[in-house]
């Protein structure tokens, strides 16, 4: 009887103490993320942490390690077997993303390697590269099949984004590689009026020759 009562109160405490645990374990995750500690993310990982961990605001360690720039946390992560490539912030940002914004090419090649969504809905990677100038990461992107012309939830496409805050080059390429300069968001806003509004005489000029040369063309068709 007191064998059994033992295993009970055991059992007990032990149930009690595996919150406290977890709870610890998410810290020190949280914490080797923003000290791009790699030593101590491989001891994490070994003794069975989920990669996939969240901070308290719900952000997963990769995207925040992307954020953050904590590559050698980064590519632990990625290489994690048990990583979810698609775990997603509160607003709906991949790892992808991040990485596309950050200019991280060998990052985003792994992560589309282990499955990372090139067109997700909505917001998509391309969307971020061409936001940040990040051509390298567009050009990669393209050539796995990115949507030229996604549209953000209110209509928002790449080019639009590059017109607005991206490098010239990044309109550039993107009206080399064929989007659509005509397509309007739900304000009816084209990519040469989010340029007129953002004060980018590089990208207007850009929009303007191309606009031109394609109604030329179009005119000289019968």
């Given at each position: 009887?007191?064998?059994?009562i033992?295993?009970?109160?055991?059992?007990?405490?032990?149930?009690?103490?595996?919150?406290?645990?977890?709870?610890?374990?998410?810290?020190?995750?949280?914490?080797?993320?923003?000290?791009?500690?790699?030593?101590?993310?491989?001891?994490?990982?070994?003794?069975?942490?989920?990669?996939?961990?969240?901070?308290?605001?719900?952000?997963?360690?990769?995207?925040?390690?992307?954020?953050?720039?904590?590559?050698?946390?980064?590519?632990?992560?990625?290489?994690?077997?048990?990583?979810?490539?698609e775990?997603?912030?509160a607003?709906?940002?991949?790892?992808?993303?991040?990485?596309?914004?950050k200019?991280?090419?060998?990052?985003?090649?792994?992560?589309?390697?282990?499955?990372?969504?090139?067109?997700?809905?909505?917001?998509?990677?391309?969307?971020?590269?061409?936001?940040n100038?990040?051509?390298?990461?567009?050009?990669?992107?393209?050539?796995?099949?990115?949507?030229?012309?996604?549209e953000?939830?209110?209509?928002?496409?790449?080019?639009?984004?590059?017109?607005?805050?991206g490098a010239?080059?990044?309109?550039?390429?993107?009206?080399?590689?064929?989007?659509?300069?005509?397509?309007?968001?739900?304000?009816?806003?084209?990519?040469?009026?989010?340029?007129?509004?953002?004060?980018?005489?590089?990208?207007?000029?850009?929009?303007?020759?191309?606009?031109?040369?394609?109604?030329?063309?179009?005119k000289?068709?019968?």
């Amino acid at each position: 009887m007191t064998n059994l009562i033992s295993r009970f109160l055991l059992a007990l405490w032990l149930t009690l103490l595996a919150p406290l645990a977890m709870a610890n374990d998410a810290d020190s995750f949280v914490r080797a993320v923003m000290q791009d500690n790699d030593i101590a993310m491989r001891n994490l990982l070994a003794n069975g942490v989920d990669p996939n961990t969240k901070n308290e605001r719900g952000v997963p360690g990769l995207y925040l390690a992307l954020q953050e720039g904590s590559l050698k946390v980064a590519r632990l992560l990625i290489d994690s077997p048990r990583l979810k490539p698609e775990s997603r912030n509160a607003t709906d940002e991949s790892p992808l993303m991040m990485a596309s914004f950050k200019g991280y090419l060998d990052l985003a090649q792994r992560l589309i390697a282990k499955g990372a969504d090139v067109n997700k809905p909505g917001w998509t990677p391309l969307h971020y590269a061409a936001t940040n100038g990040q051509l390298k990461l567009m050009e990669l992107l393209l050539e796995e099949h990115a949507f030229i012309d996604a549209e953000s939830p209110n209509g928002t496409t790449p080019l639009m984004m590059a017109a607005s805050y991206g490098a010239p080059a990044a309109v550039k390429l993107l009206i080399d590689a064929g989007a659509d300069l005509r397509m309007r968001n739900q304000k009816g806003m084209t990519a040469l009026d989010f340029a007129q509004k953002a004060e980018r005489p590089d990208a207007v000029e850009l929009l303007t020759t191309a606009l031109r040369a394609t109604s030329s063309t179009t005119k000289g068709k019968w």
